[in-house]
Every structure is written in structure tokens, then in C-alpha cells.
């Protein structure tokens, strides 16, 4: 999509580095709670893998609320420069 506003090319960017977070971090917890996966991962011999899961949705985890943050901030940027009350917004 193509913006004239910088402001609005950058809230498009946040936009989309959000969805595509969330789109990672659920695909990873539906494979992780899928039942043999969760399964497999729980076995006493693999220490290491689950370890590995657990970092990954940490990581995951951490890039969404990064996301989220900034795309609010962006989203408050924009509101702001056009002179609009939040309150009105709604």
C-alpha cells in the first residue's frame, strides 16, 4: 500500500511487524500444545529440546509485547499530529 504520509507508511510497518509476530507466536503454541508434540517435548530425555521451545516462545513472546508497544506509539503519534482527542476516536 502505498502512503503519501511518512507517518502512515510507519504505521503500516508497525502494523504488519505486529501481525506477523502474532501470527509466529500463535503457529509455535498451537504446534507446542498439539498432543505428541507436548508429549514428546515432556520425555526425561529431552531436556534440551524443551529447554530450546521454552526459549523460542520467550523470544516470541518478547517481539509481540515490542510489537504491540510499538504500534501504540505509533498509532498515539499519528492521532496526535492530526489534532484528534482519543476520545473522539472511539
Known sequence: MVFLDPRLRTLD????TFMTNVRELKNLLILLSDGPTFLELMRDDNHQ?????????V????????AAFSLVDHARRVIDDA????????
Not at 489534532?83 to 472511539?90: F, H, K, S
Request: proline share 3%; hydrophobic share 55%; glycine share 4%.
Open 49 to 57: 529440546e524443551l529447554e530450546f521451545a521454552h526459549a523460542e516462545v
Open 83 to 90: 489534532g484528534l482527542a482519543p476520545e473522539t476516536l472511539l
Open 59 to 66: 523470544r516470541l513472546l518478547h517481539n509481540f509485547l515490542a
Open 13 to 16: 510497518q508497525a502494523l504488519h
